[in-house]
């Protein structure tokens, strides 16, 4: 993930952006946290 915007504040954390790979292979990321330790995962 290293094109991208990241957002934090009061213990959140978002980022949305671009995770690229080997060979033309490219995602988009939507990622959130809220607060430390608590995580959802989608795949």
């Known amino acids: 993930m290293r094109n991208g915007v990241t957002f934090t504040g009061n213990l959140d954390h978002g ?3 671009q ?3 080997d060979e ?3 995602d988009m ?3 959130w946290s809220d607060n430390p330790g608590n995580y959802f995962f989608l795949p």
Do not use: A, L
């Open 15 to 17: 980022y949305i952006g």
């Open 24 to 26: 033309d292979y490219t």
């Open 19 to 21: 995770n690229y790979g």
């Open 29 to 31: 990321v939507i990622q």
